[in-house]
């Protein structure tokens, strides 16, 4: 009796062994890495970007104005710091913008002295509101993928993106052979292990 029971249990289906993973659901047709663009099926192209330069002054809305391209994904990934390492950043850079401005000005060089000044006051105004923790710094990486029908429309898509962000001064890399980590990260979701991609 004891025997048949075992038997009878392993003969019973896991229901929860069949649900797909949310991986699983996210993952298109087909995937194919190419040096600087996706193909993710049949008339499926994709390239994925990241902001190396940002604007000295964003606000709330300061992309929106690139989902007019269409077909558009834009992801914030945003992490804070820690004040002490942060001071500790700021304060070389500091020492040695001070540093530079000294010496552009023994040498008589007015070029670059505008710029530095403002960057010294900059750097010791960011230093001292985060040292009586009046702000806090946090860093922010944007990541923004290109979808498109064909491969002529995702390269002038992407003339199109980086006219738009030179007008903001910023600036956009494409994730050269590194497309495959950028749709991990673009992916709304935490953690994908390298099984499933």
């Known amino acids: 009796m004891l025997v ?6 392993k003969k019973e289906i896991d229901i929860f ?6 991986a699983d659901l996210l993952l298109p047709e087909e995937l194919q ?8 099926g049949y008339n ?14 964003t606000w709330i809305s300061w992309l929106d104005d690139l989902f007019g391209i269409g077909n558009i994904n834009i992801s914030v990934k945003i992490e804070p710091s820690s004040n002490g390492n942060v001071i500790n950043q700021l304060t070389k850079k500091l020492v040695q913008s001070q540093s530079e401005y000294a010496t552009y000005s ?5 070029l670059h002295l ?4 403002k960057q010294i006051n900059d750097l010791e105004d960011l230093r001292m509101l985060i040292q ?11 990541f923004i993928t290109l979808n498109a029908e064909s491969l002529y429309e995702l390269n002038e898509k992407t003339k199109i993106l980086e006219s738009e962000l030179n007008k903001k001064t910023a600036m956009i890399r494409t994730l050269t052979f590194r497309q495959l980590e950028g749709l991990k990260t673009m992916l709304p979701i935490r953690r994908i292990t ?4």
């Open 194 to 197: 390298n099984s499933k991609l």
């Open 132 to 142: 009586t923790n009046q702000d806090k710094l946090f860093f922010a990486t944007i």
């Open 33 to 40: 890495e190419r040096k600087d663009y996706l193909t993710l």
């Open 4 to 9: 048949k029971n075992k038997k009878e249990k």
């Open 44 to 57: 499926k192209y994709s390239r994925i970007f990241a902001m190396t330069v940002y604007p000295e002054q």
């Open 17 to 22: 062994n069949n649900i797909p993973s949310m």
């Open 106 to 110: 023994k040498q008589g060089n007015i």
């Open 114 to 117: 505008p710029v530095l000044e």
